[in-house]
């Protein structure tokens, strides 16, 4: 009889016919029911957002596992179960893995195959034995997942590095419409939005949001076809112009193909429509080149149809190519579709044309305007024209013709190794400038220059040299030039107004430069290419001053390079490193080195840091530094830190900048000795969540609640708060003593230790030195069959089982009476039908003799193997009901025989010798 008792108590799962455990998790229910011309996506989420795990897997306990993995559960601290093997299973409905999968357990004391050496071995950290010589034992070949799950498990979960590689940077654009929002009644709206997706290395999705006829935006959702939120993204009003960007960082990989075949839905939510007030169905972006103008069309009655129209100017040919997508602007009583598109400047028509569509699956228009004038030039790059798109007998959607933004930034690093001039001059002088477009065709521009050994003289916008060497000036920007009353190094801000078409196709493509020229370089001293930089969500390019990196004057290279190091809310560090001038793009590491403290003692005042960023592409580099220790935070505090890095440009040497990063969070995480628990109210409240005290906590999470702390212990499970009285130990000593704040009694020795305190984390508490405790479990609470000692001397944990008696009686007849019950006992007949016919209610009665089991009932004179859920199922033992009563008796064993050949044993009643 094996302890199966033992597996419930803790695990708290279900036990089933044939022994194997399981939980099952719980899967929310989103409301809304999905319309018609909708296929179905079958998917099981929760809130994505605030979920500990953005990988798919199992939550058992306090504890997450990966699909497919294979674990010992730990029913006591630090000794896990070996003879139990859970594995997470991953619930795959329709070809799709869910993202919550279930643990599967199962005992395999008895299912242990017999060796076919003369002298097996049992192994640390395994419940059978094995040979010595054998690589893969019992326990490595067993598998829990069910053999139709298995087969498509790798498939559904794993991309491969091929696919992978193929998915990255793959642009998606959706239209979003009230039409599309899943509910009752199609939601009519003038509301429409348009969201750029694109897939970024580290497998998070970062988008963009143009919109018009929205209050407000809230959250980004993404959604399968029935309406169940997958991904959700609350979104910040960071940028102007009714531009919002963001990225979801960790998007399981698995979501990415269900993404490129279209089974998916992006949905804006407000705060007047909270199951959403515009979605859309992401599309593969096939356009070939990036856009110059863009317009958003809406329709001036609340239809709940919309579009948007993407335009390219060419440089040379000053025509506009442009794309019309929309949604819900056709006639359903025609086959053949007319449609008339017109750019206006108020009610005077610059372009005309009339487009057909001959398949209404087809919601996509293409046209040229051919040779703008120069005034159409000017009107459209100042956002003063108008786009409208007419259907015959149908409805009309119109919108502003703006510039195409961004949420990041274009930048230029200023360098000497970018001048034209031949042969170049290596100087240790650098500069940057951040250039911003907005939606009225300006320019904002902020530049910075720091080593100049001569004055300015002028600074100016220009384009790509022609063969000649002609130089094109775009804009002098010398006028706002500024300098220091130090130096000759000095800033320059300010906005250029009188932009023309052909600039903002330049600026987008990069095809624009900043020069500066000095009275030693009248032609041109620094030089450095505009660039797009994509939008970050830690780090705001238009505000955050960056850190420009310079060579030493003794040392010039000709190299320089800007920084942003901004912490964020985790104290996580993300950087974003921008170079120009090199001449060698291999083998570049920056090395952020710095002293823990400058105002330390002697002793510690030479200790280093060094941590190292070596994912340099084209002279860029862009990530996160986790696990950073609040002694670097404290000397980036300090200003005590610096950025370095060895270059090759006109010479070869180094760069570097001196870093001074005011935060709290060398504070924070010197203060922090143990692990927080729960969040604020502002937070989504899932299904599976409690709330308690005004906070949140997870499924599955313990804390120590405000009221009647010392003595209690609360956990979430499923929605419910569950607290557990704390159960104290007994004592050796008579005199026993309470100390406030305590709440269970101890000896007076261990009042005279003076030597510290021991951390627990399963009920967030510290103990003295020498002090014994009962240890908490989430989440069944304090176990009475452990005690957790406070080591005087380690002051670590040590937690031991309570000893049980030997009992003189075999293994097969050891049993776990009640489920409290921390020891074994010998099993006879009387014991085992008083437990089960404890599971009577005293007041029920049955007719015709019968028996109740729980909620199984038998017939008189029926014979069955009892099902405990104490227990399981007792095959070896045979109950009988007689006139209402149940009389139970194992089966008899004879004498001990020999064990047979074979993987398993047939009798597993009675034991067997080898």
Not at 262 to 287: H, I, Q, R, Y
Request: proline share 4%.
């Amino acid at each position: 009889m094996t302890s199966l008792l033992t597996i419930c108590v803790f695990l708290q799962m279900a036990v089933n016919i044939d022994g194997s455990v399981r939980d099952r998790f719980l899967l929310q229910n989103h409301e809304g029911s999905p319309k018609d011309r909708f296929e179905g996506l079958s998917s099981e989420e929760v809130d994505y957002k605030n979920m500990h795990h953005n990988y798919p897997g199992c939550n058992l306990g306090s504890s997450f596992y990966k699909l497919g993995v294979k674990f010992n559960p730990t029913l006591i601290p630090g000794e896990p179960s070996v003879c139990i093997i859970c594995q997470c299973v991953p619930n795959i409905k329709k070809g799709i893995a869910q993202h919550f999968g279930k643990v599967t357990c199962k005992n395999i004391r008895n299912l242990c195959p017999v060796p076919e050496c003369d002298s097996p071995v049992l192994r640390k950290g395994k419940c059978c034995k094995s040979c010595p010589g054998e690589v893969e034992t019992f326990e490595d070949r067993i598998n829990l997942l069910p053999e139709n799950v298995s087969k498509g498990f790798d498939n559904a979960i794993n991309l491969g590095d091929k696919l992978r590689q193929k998915v990255i940077n793959r642009k998606y654009v959706a239209l979003l419409v009230g039409r599309n929002v899943i509910s009752r009644r199609p939601l009519l709206t003038r509301a429409v939005a348009v969201v750029h997706l694109q897939v970024t290395a580290n497998m998070g999705l970062r988008f963009s949001i143009k919109y018009e006829g929205l209050k407000n935006p809230e959250k980004l959702l993404l959604t399968d076809k029935k309406g169940k939120i997958l991904l959700e993204k609350q979104l910040q009003a960071k940028y102007p112009d009714k531009e919002l960007c963001g990225e979801w960082e960790n998007v399981p990989e698995y979501y990415l193909p269900y993404l490129h075949k279209g089974m998916f839905l992006l949905v804006l939510t407000t705060s007047s429509f909270e199951n959403g007030e515009v979605a859309g169905k992401p599309e593969v972006d096939k356009s070939l080149q990036k856009s110059t103008f863009t317009s958003i069309l809406v329709s001036p009655n609340q239809y709940g149809i919309g579009g948007y129209a993407e335009m390219s100017y060419g440089i040379r040919s000053k025509s506009v190519e442009y794309t019309v997508k929309f949604d819900g602007l056709y006639n359903t009583k025609r086959r053949k579709q007319e449609y008339f598109v017109t750019i206006e400047k108020r009610t005077q028509i610059l372009h005309k044309q009339m487009k057909r569509i001959r398949r209404r699956k087809n919601n996509k228009l293409r046209g040229t305007w051919l040779a703008l004038n120069k005034k159409s030039r000017k009107l459209i790059a100042k956002a003063r024209l108008r786009m409208r798109v007419t259907s015959k007998g149908g409805a009309t959607i119109f919108g502003t013709i703006k510039p195409s933004g961004t949420c990041g930034a274009y930048v230029g690093v200023l360098s000497s190794g970018e001048s034209l001039l031949y042969p170049q001059v290596a100087l240790s002088s650098a500069g940057y400038a951040v250039l911003n477009l907005h939606d009225n065709g300006q320019i904002s521009y902020n530049i910075d220059l720091k080593g100049m050994t001569s004055r300015v003289t002028y600074i100016t916008l220009e384009s790509l040299p022609t063969k000649t060497g002609r130089r094109t000036i775009i804009y002098n920007l010398n006028g706002q030039f500024r300098r220091n009353s130090s130096s000759y190094d000095g800033t320059a801000s300010g906005v250029i107004k009188n932009i023309r078409a052909k600039n903002i196709a330049l600026l987008l493509a990069g095809r624009l430069f900043i020069n500066v020229a000095t009275e030693r370089k009248s032609s041109q001293s620094l030089r450095g290419r505009i660039e797009s930089i994509e939008h970050s969500d830690y780090i705001n390019y238009a505000n955050d001053v960056p850190f420009l990196m310079t060579s030493l004057p003794t040392s010039p290279t000709g190299v320089g390079g800007v920084a942003w190091l901004v912490p964020d809310r985790k104290c996580r560090l993300h950087y974003q490193i921008i170079l120009s001038g090199l001449q060698d793009y291999s083998s570049l590491n920056a090395l952020l080195v710095g002293e823990f403290d400058s105002t330390a003692t002697q002793k510690n005042k030479n200790a280093i840091y060094t941590l190292v960023i070596h994912n340099f592409i084209n002279g860029m580099a862009r990530g996160v530094i986790n696990d950073i220790s609040h002694r670097v935070y404290r000397s980036l505090d300090a200003g005590t830190s610096h950025l370095q890095m060895g270059v090759t440009g006109i010479r070869k040497g180094e760069i570097l900048a001196n870093l001074s990063i005011p935060n709290s969070c060398w504070n924070i995480l010197h203060d922090q000795t143990e692990p927080t628990s729960g969040i604020h109210d502002e937070d989504t409240l899932g299904r599976a969540d409690c709330k308690d005290d005004g906070r949140i906590y997870r499924n599955d999470e313990s804390w120590i609640p405000s009221k009647n702390s010392t003595c209690r212990t609360c956990s979430c499970k499923n929605g419910n708060v569950i607290c557990h009285q704390v159960i104290c130990p007994k004592l050796s000593c008579n005199n026993q003593v309470r100390v406030d704040g305590e709440c269970c009694p101890t000896c007076p020795e261990t009042l005279t230790q003076d030597n510290g305190t021991c951390y627990y984390p399963g009920d967030k508490r510290h103990y003295r030195a020498g002090t014994v405790w009962h240890p908490y479990i989430p989440p069944t609470g304090y176990s009475t069959c452990v005690t957790c000692t406070c080591d005087k001397n380690t002051l670590e944990v040590r937690c031991n089982r309570l000893p049980c008696p030997v009992l003189n009686c075999s293994e097969d007849s050891k049993v776990r009476v009640h489920r409290s019950d921390c020891c074994q006992v010998c099993t006879d007949r009387n014991i085992l039908s008083e437990v089960i016919q404890t599971t009577v209610s005293p007041t029920e009665k049955l007719g015709n003799n019968e028996c109740r089991v729980g909620k199984r009932v038998y017939k008189n004179k029926s014979r069955f193997h009892p099902v405990l859920s104490s227990h399981g199922i007792l095959k070896c033992i045979i109950c009988k009901c007689k006139n209402g009563r149940i009389q139970c008796k194992r089966r008899t064993c004879k004498k001990k025989r020999l064990c047979k050949e074979g993987p398993t044993r047939q009798n597993k009643c009675c034991s067997c010798v080898r």
